[in-house]
C-alpha cells in the first residue's frame, strides 16, 4: 500500500523551516526518507524503526509517531543545496520477507534565494 | 566501501527494438538488488527485485525481464521496447543485515522513439 505524502510541493526561501509528511492506513515496519535532486539518483537520508522515534543529522530531522503510522520530516533553517524531491519509502513484509519498499509519490521542495 | 554501477548513463532506442541495461555492485557480497523505474515527474516505480543469484520477483506484469547471473549483477531486459518504456531506469541494492536500507546507481535515462 503506498503510503501518502504532504503536500506535494513547497516552496521556501532561504532560511525558512519545512515540514513534509507521510501517512500509511496501517502500521509500518520501518520508513526510509530520500532525497533526489533533479535528475540525479535518490540518496538515502534516514530510516526510523521505532515508534516515537526522533533523529536526524545537521538541520534535516524525522520523527515517527507512536502508532507507527505517520513519519514527519523536518527541514530547518533551509539552504538552497536542500532542493529537491523527498520521498518517504515504507517497509513491510512481503510473504515473510522484508525486501521492499513502497514509495510515497514525492514532495518537490524549492528553497528560493 | 559500496559503489553500485549502471550502464549505459542514457540510451535511445526506437520502438521494437531490444534493450539490456546492467547494474553491478562493488564491495559487498549477497546483496539484495533491485530495478525501479521512474517516469518523468513521478515517483518510484519497483519493477524487480532479487535476494539472490537466479532468484528474480517480478511486481509489475510487463515486457520487460530481470536476471541475475552472477552474485552482484543485475540486468533489466526487453525484446521489444514500447513507447511507455522511456524513463529514468534505477538500480539499487541493500544489504541483507540491514533494516532495507537502499542504495541508488545513477540511473540510466531510456527514450523510446
Known amino acids: 500500500q503506498q503510503p501518502v505524502q504532504s503536500p506535494q510541493a513547497v516552496i521556501l526561501r532561504e532560511g525558512e523551516d519545512a515540514v513534509i509528511n507521510c501517512s500509511s492506513s496501517?502500521?509500518?515496519?520501518?520508513v526510509h526518507w530520500y532525497r533526489q535532486k533533479h535528475g540525479e539518483a535518490p540518496v538515502f537520508l534516514m530510516i526510523l524503526l521505532k515508534g516515537g522515534e526522533q533523529k536526524g543529522h545537521d538541520k534535516i530531522s524525522a520523527s515517527f509517531n507512536e502508532k507507527k503510522q505517520q513519519s514527519s520530516l523536518y527541514l530547518t533553517a533551509s539552504q538552497l543545496s536542500y532542493s529537491g524531491t523527498y520521498f518517504c519509502g515504507t517497509g513491510g513484509y512481503s510473504g515473510g520477507s522484508n525486501y521492499k519498499l513502497t514509495f510515497g509519490k514525492g514532495t518537490l521542495l524549492t528553497v528560493n534565494p | 566501501s559500496q559503489t553500485i554501477h549502471q550502464w549505459p548513463a542514457t540510451l535511445v532506442q526506437p520502438v521494437g527494438s531490444p534493450l539490456s541495461l546492467e547494474c553491478t555492485v562493488e564491495g559487498t557480497s549477497n546483496p539484495n538488488l533491485y530495478w525501479y523505474r521512474q517516469a518523468a515527474g513521478r515517483g518510484l516505480q519497483l519493477l524487480f527485485y532479487s535476494v539472490g543469484i537466479g532468484q528474480i520477483s517480478s511486481e509489475v506484469p510487463q515486457n520487460l525481464s530481470a536476471s541475475r547471473p552472477q552474485d552482484r549483477q543485475f540486468i533489466l531486459s526487453s525484446k521489444k521496447l514500447l513507447l511507455s518504456d522511456s524513463g529514468f531506469y534505477l538500480c539499487?541494492?541493500?544489504?541483507?543485515?540491514?533494516?532495507?536500507?537502499?542504495?541508488f546507481g545513477p540511473g540510466t535515462r531510456l527514450t523510446v522513439t
Open positions: 496501517k502500521a509500518l515496519y520501518s
Open positions: 539499487a541494492w541493500s544489504s541483507h543485515r540491514g533494516y532495507n536500507e537502499q542504495y
